[in-house]
């Protein structure tokens, strides 16, 4: 969305600061390094060319990664640009005065316009869905509450668990095989297969973790359902375990003996090769799973412990008898009612257009109805989780920047082992065979390289995992407001009234007066939405979830009060509240009072003149 400036302040503040700062020192520390190796491979290239572009690539890798980090931790602590149409809306924002900002935030939102009053009249939250496949199910049968927590949260705990599933199934795995080659079912070449298994097994495990460091974090679009294992897939794997060494075996003696290779040269050339201790690797991993997860579980802890996932609205009924034309009642509801409850003059976010539909029927009488849904400017509601919560959050973020420093120093002495393994392998110049020159570096440099390669796999995959988790708590936001529905329905009838229609009276008014029998239905909550932020530009444009929906009595009494005060001070008649026109009338009320006056005097002299005329006819009638 774009940045609308407003002078007035909405409260949501840079979250990502102190993050920022710890990713910029990390970042900064680790580009030095990229330096380093960049200026020692500039002066190796001099001598050994290809020594140089060794440290070269090497350098570019690492400066490439540190620097990144460090603009991102830049980025966080920067000014962090909130205008007046954050958060995103719920659905689709039907505003007119927001057509704009609904048109960028429109791929973002979470709810189809049909659902939120759906969600309202069926008292019920679609935004938690069911948990697929075996192991999700298993995580939300331990952990209940986890099935009402944002979608971000709820795939941390889903792949931090579906890791461990993979890590037991691996060694499962790695089980049958020791039982399949050792016992001699691969044939008797299975017993040289299984230590080049279990460096299998050790890259098995890393890319697991990796993955698993991959999904978590946050998403812009997020996983609604988090990828796990499948019964089929746990039984393809034990299968696979049991079929694939014992064919990998039968089919490497079956080209030993085409060659004509004995298992004595086989264990003579292996024997050679120095041990890479895949065990002690095998034992880091569950180790390090067992910190990340641990301090993610903390978290998850503190975290499911706040709010409760309630599902209240409340609920106006009622039966209204009342002197107003329809148009007028929502014309009332939508530029005042509604307007009232603007949240610093922010307009509301319309989901349902107030479109009156009246039916005008014979006699002056019809039907109307219309209804709209609104939703208040979300306000921020501070989630405090406690103390040990901020610091192991804290922690988590260092940590995983501290590993990211060790990766790169890793990279480092793996680039100089390269290096050396080249210039040994160069010394021996071209009158060693091919064999002789594997032999030299399977005894003096594969093992360190492969032992490096795996210890700074091992170190940025968990330090990965760490400042992800991290960085996933510090970015969730929480924003109350009020969702509003309101339907009105009802009757009308036209009559006529009239005043001031006396023969006597100088004004009259004649009036239209419509009699509608009005039928509301208003309801009202107070849900809790969950987004989350992110640094640099579309810093919140995220899904808004809600969380929770609560009852909000007193908000349905105000909107009641002022729909029936509006109704109660209506005016049926017409009246002159003009001071002017005050006056004109009371001139025309008094020429009317003196013409009225001298035509009473007229009419009492031709009175009496006619009374006279009787008299003068009728002489007798006074005598007597």
């Given at each position: 969305m774009a940045f609308d400036y407003g002078s007035i302040d909405l409260g949501i503040k840079n979250p990502f600061k102190t993050e920022g700062l710890i990713n910029t020192i990390g970042g900064a520390v680790g580009a030095c390094v990229g330096i380093y190796m960049l200026i020692d491979a500039a002066s190796s290239v001099k001598t050994?060319?290809?020594?140089?572009?060794?440290?070269?690539?090497?350098?570019?890798?690492?400066?490439?990664?540190?620097?990144?980090?460090?603009?991102?931790?830049?980025?966080?602590?920067?000014?962090?640009?909130?205008?007046?149409?954050?958060?995103?809306?719920l659905a689709r924002n039907l505003s007119d005065s927001q057509s704009q900002t609904a048109q960028q935030e429109s791929a973002y939102v979470a709810y189809s316009n049909a659902e939120l009053p759906e969600m309202l009249m069926g008292r019920k939250n679609i935004t938690f869905t069911e948990p697929q496949g075996i192991v999700a199910r298993l995580l939300h049968s331990f952990f209940p509450r986890l099935t009402?927590?944002?979608?971000?949260?709820?795939?941390?705990?889903?792949?931090?668990?579906?890791?461990?599933?993979?890590?037991?199934?691996?060694?499962?795995?790695?089980?049958?095989?020791?039982?399949v080659t050792l016992a001699g079912?691969?044939?008797?070449?299975?017993?040289?297969?299984?230590?080049?298994?279990?460096?299998?097994?050790?890259?098995?495990?890393?890319?697991?973790?990796?993955?698993?460091?991959?999904?978590?974090?946050?998403?812009?679009?997020?996983?609604?359902?988090?990828?796990?294992?499948?019964?089929?897939?746990?039984?393809?794997?034990?299968?696979?375990?049991?079929?694939?060494?014992?064919?990998?075996?039968?089919?490497?003696?079956m080209t030993f003996d085409m060659l004509d290779i004995s298992l004595h040269q086989v264990q003579q050339f292996i024997?050679?090769?120095?041990?890479?201790?895949?065990?002690?690797?095998?034992?880091?991993?569950?180790?390090?799973?067992?910190?990340?997860?641990?301090v993610g579980a903390v978290l998850l802890k503190a975290r499911l412990s706040y709010g409760e996932p309630v599902v209240e609205v409340s609920e106006l009924r009622e039966n209204w008898q009342e002197s107003v034309h329809p148009n007028e009642v929502f014309i009332n509801l939508d530029n005042l009612v509604m307007a009232n409850r603007r949240y610093k003059e922010v307009p509301n976010r319309v989901y349902q257009m107030l479109e009156p539909n009246l039916n005008e029927q014979v006699d002056g009488k019809g039907s109307f109805r219309g209804e709209m849904t609104q939703e208040?400017?979300?306000?921020?509601?501070?989630?405090?989780?406690?103390?040990?919560?901020?610091?192991?959050?804290?922690?988590?973020?260092?940590?995983?920047?501290?590993?990211?420093?060790?990766?790169?120093?890793?990279?480092?002495?793996?680039?100089?082992s390269v290096v050396n393994a080249y210039l040994d392998a160069k010394s021996l110049g071209s009158g060693h065979s091919l064999m002789q020159t594997f032999t030299l570096l399977g005894q003096h440099h594969a093992?360190?390289?492969?032992?490096?390669?795996?210890?700074?796999?091992?170190?940025?995959?968990?330090?990965?995992?760490?400042?992800?988790?991290?960085?996933?708590?510090?970015?969730?936001?929480?924003?109350?407001?009020?969702?509003?529905?309101?339907?009105?329905?009802?009757?009308?009838?036209?009559?006529?009234?009239?005043?001031?229609a006396g023969i006597n009276d100088s004004t009259r008014s004649e009036n239209v007066l419509v009699r509608s029998s009005i039928t509301p239905w208003v309801i009202v909550s107070k849900v809790i939405s969950s987004t989350f932020a992110s640094t640099g530009m579309k810093n919140l444009e995220y899904p808004r979830y809600i969380l929770e929906m609560h009852k909000n009595e007193p908000e349905l009494n105000g909107i009641k009060q002022d729909m029936v005060s509006f109704l109660k001070d209506r005016e049926s008649i017409a009246s002159i509240t003009s001071e002017r026109d005050l006056r004109n009338a009371?001139?025309?009320?008094?020429?009317?009072?003196?013409?009225?006056?001298?035509?009473?005097?007229?009419?009492?002299s031709l009175d009496n003149a006619a009374g006279y005329i009787r008299q003068q006819d009728n002489p007798d009638q006074e005598n007597l």
């Open positions: 050994e060319v290809f020594a140089g572009w060794i440290l070269a690539l090497f350098g570019l890798g690492v400066l490439t990664s540190g620097i990144i980090t460090l603009a991102k931790g830049i980025i966080a602590m920067l000014r962090y640009f909130v205008g007046r149409n954050h958060p995103t809306s009402y927590m944002p979608y971000m949260v709820r795939n941390l705990a889903q792949y931090l668990f579906a890791a461990w599933v993979k890590t037991a199934l691996i060694f499962i795995v790695y089980a049958l095989v020791a039982f079912f691969a044939g008797e070449v299975g017993a040289y297969i299984f230590p080049v298994y279990s460096i299998v097994v050790v890259i098995h495990l890393l890319v697991t973790w990796y993955q698993a460091s991959r999904y978590i974090g946050v998403q812009r679009n997020v996983e609604k359902t988090a990828e796990t294992l499948a019964v089929k897939d746990i039984a393809k794997t034990i299968a696979g375990a049991i079929l694939i060494p014992t064919v990998i075996g039968f089919g490497l003696q024997s050679e090769w120095p041990s890479i201790h895949p065990y002690w690797f095998m034992i880091s991993i569950v180790i390090a799973g067992a910190i990340v997860s641990g208040v400017q979300p306000q921020i509601k501070e989630m405090d989780l406690g103390h040990g919560f901020n610091l192991i959050r804290l922690n988590a973020v260092i940590v995983g920047r501290v590993l990211f420093v060790i990766g790169a120093l890793l990279s480092l002495w793996l680039a100089n093992a360190i390289i492969i032992d490096v390669l795996l210890a700074a796999l091992l170190v940025r995959t968990f330090g990965l995992i760490l400042s992800k988790t991290g960085h996933l708590f510090y970015a969730e936001m929480l924003f109350e407001s009020n969702l509003i529905y309101i339907k009105v329905e009802g009757t009308f009838t036209e009559s006529k009234i009239s005043t001031g009371s001139q025309i009320h008094d020429i009317n009072q003196q013409s009225r006056s001298t035509h009473d005097g007229a009419q009492q």
